[in-house]
């Protein structure tokens, strides 16, 4: 069984920076990429940034130049430090993990159980 745990969301002012975390843990034999998402009320979860395990970023068009994803491969540990944030990123972010099982085809997916971000005055 795979968990997730999430830590870093709450209140920020607009402007304002926050830093998200994520551990994963339990059985798995590798892990193939690791990212967040987000969800807002009324609308779809939609990807926010991934890293893969060679490094390779990808980001919402909507974050660029403002949010970083980062991994810590020895801890598996993924990080979102998130800067210059606007009330449209208000949203529950989710923490995914995209890992693979011994003698299994493909990937297999887990989510975290998500924390809140909120950006208001």
């Known amino acids: 069984q795979v968990q997730l745990v999430e830590s870093g969301g709450g209140l920020v002012q607009p402007g304002g920076s926050l830093r998200l975390s994520c551990a994963a843990s339990?059985?798995?034999?590798?892990?193939?990429?690791m990212g967040w998402y987000r969800q807002a009320p009324g609308k779809q979860r939609d990807m926010v940034a991934t890293?893969?395990?060679?490094?390779?970023?990808n980001y919402a068009d909507s974050v660029k130049g403002r949010f970083t994803i980062s991994r810590d491969n020895a801890k598996n540990m993924v990080y979102l430090q998130m800067n210059s944030l606007k009330r449209d990123d208000t949203a529950v972010y989710y923490c995914?993990?995209?890992?693979?099982?011994?003698?299994?085809?493909?990937?297999?997916?887990?989510w975290g159980q998500g924390t809140q971000v909120t950006v208001s005055s």
């Open positions: 890293i893969t395990s060679g490094g390779y970023t």
């Open positions: 995914n993990l995209m890992y693979r099982m011994r003698f299994a085809v493909g990937d297999f997916a887990s």
């Open positions: 339990g059985s798995f034999f590798s892990i193939s990429a």
